[in-house]
């Protein structure tokens, strides 16, 4: 199917989609008991990224607009530190940790990229 939207074209967007996806399947490993804490905080917080990335796009101010991607930077902070957690707790291993630390380091490069592009 054609992207009818403009934020679907973003390739920032794609990624933060892609990131939601990886991150959520990950969280059905963590412990039961947090299923209403760490478990839906790391996949609220990082679908917020994907969600602020979109509304921004369809602002008609640029101020706007960056402050949008601006919240999806500090959700994607939010789910690095949620992995932390995540790690700590025993609830991901390194491998798991190191692969989506880099995925959320490199979508932050792109945002912070993709802000500063904004006029």
């Not at 491998?95 to 592009?117: A, G, P, V």
Request: proline residues 2%; hydrophobic residues 35%.
């Amino acid at each position: 199917m054609e992207p009818k939207f403009k934020f679907e074209k973003l390739v920032i967007w794609q990624k933060a989609m892609d990131f939601g996806e990886d991150i959520n399947l990950i969280s059905e490993k963590f412990h039961k008991k947090e299923l209403y804490n760490l478990s839906s905080q790391i996949c609220r917080s990082t679908d917020s990224i994907a969600l602020n990335i979109s509304e921004g796009s369809i602002s008609k101010s640029n101020p706007d607009q960056k402050k949008f991607i601006g919240y999806a930077i500090r959700s994607l902070a939010e789910t690095v530190t949620c992995l932390h957690k995540a790690l700590r707790r025993n609830y991901i291993n390194q491998i798991e940790f190191t692969t989506l630390y880099d995925e959320s380091f490199h979508l932050m490069n792109m945002l912070i990229k993709f802000r500063k592009s904004i006029k």
